[in-house]
């Protein structure tokens, strides 16, 4: 069986294992299924995460069911989530994305993220990456620069969508380098653009590391060329960092964390972060966001993520306005 069904087969037993209900669950604080929302397709960044955690909080949380709301770079998924009831039996798995710079980019939302949202916990951190089409002539990240400078027009990278992290990363790419007529092109998701540079339809992706875009990186189906990180990862020590590799400043990551609504009580945010933070010291979630290329976040409580989002906002916010980023 290749890597891919192996995933496909550990996602659905992760969440099948979600959806077990704990033994003893008593009447009160959960007592009935929580409805956790991932706002992309199932297989995703975020989708990974949210899985391995809701296999792991079961014990102290009850009945977790992840449910995938795809469509609009995330928004269709986040603005469900605004509209539900503020009881905490419906959370969010937002990023800095969803939570930060789709609001930055985008005019119109069918939410607030800063309004309708408090932050519970942060759970982890993923980083984008620039990678390429094994069929294109670079070998590192110097080679694609020269290799965009020598082919004016040339360049296409595709993002998870308009507005999208991955969006930022390219744009990023564009202003450092001055390759300001690289294309863009938006897809649903990182999925279909991944299927699309192995295809060979586009030469370049500027993705979040996963562990199916690893997987493909050392079977020789892709190139990850640098990670836009201020270290190097712990899942591919060999891979250098975009400075290292010759770009300054090519350093964007991501925060992936849980959301409820605005007014939930303050007992069941409390709640989730203790579980939260109690699976995050967990070896089995340590070691699955590790094979998946994500980075611990710090232990905290809520008070400490609701911060983190907030440094976040303020950060992104110049960065965005630095480089007249706009969702397209």
Not at 128 to 147: E, F, M, N
Not at 241 to 255: N, Y
């Amino acid at each position: 069986m290749n890597r891919r069904g192996m995933l496909k087969l550990a996602l659905a037993g992760v969440s099948a294992t979600a959806m077990r209900p704990r033994p003893g669950l008593t009447e009160g604080l959960f007592a009935r299924p929580i409805k956790l929302i991932v706002p992309f397709e199932p297989g995703g960044l975020l989708d990974v995460v949210a899985r391995l955690w809701a296999a792991n909080a079961r014990q102290s949380l009850g009945t977790i069911v992840v449910e995938n709301v795809s469509g609009g770079g995330g928004t269709i998924g986040v603005a469900s989530v605004a509209r539900a009831a503020p009881d905490g039996y419906t959370v969010l798995l937002g990023n800095s994305s969803t939570q930060i710079v789709t609001p930055l980019a985008m005019s119109r939302l069918p939410y607030d993220a800063a309004k309708d949202f408090a932050a519970v916990s942060i759970l982890c951190v993923s980083t984008t990456c620039i990678a390429v089409s094994p069929s294109l002539p670079v070998k590192d990240l110097k080679g694609l620069i020269a290799y965009g400078k020598a082919n004016p027009g040339r360049l296409t990278y595709g993002s998870a969508g308009a507005g999208s992290m991955t969006n930022l990363a390219g744009e990023i790419f564009k202003h450092l380098t001055g390759l300001s007529d690289i294309v863009h092109a938006p897809y649903k998701g990182m999925a279909p653009a991944l299927s699309d540079v192995l295809g060979g339809q586009i030469p370049m992706i500027t993705p979040n590391v996963t562990g199916q875009l690893l997987a493909c990186h050392h079977d020789g189906r892709i190139r990850i060329l640098s990670v836009n990180a201020p270290k190097r990862l712990t899942a591919v020590p060999d891979l250098p960092t975009s400075a290292e590799a010759g770009l300054p400043g090519m350093e964007l990551q991501v925060f992936n964390g849980l959301f409820v609504r605005s007014g939930t009580a303050a007992p069941m945010i409390s709640k989730y972060s203790a579980a939260a933070e109690q699976v995050k010291q967990n070896l089995d979630f340590r070691d699955g966001l590790d094979k998946s290329g994500f980075e611990d976040a710090p232990a905290g409580n809520a008070a400490e993520a609701q911060r983190t989002v907030d440094r976040e906002m303020v950060r992104l916010s110049r960065l965005v306005k630095d480089i007249n980023f706009r969702a397209g």
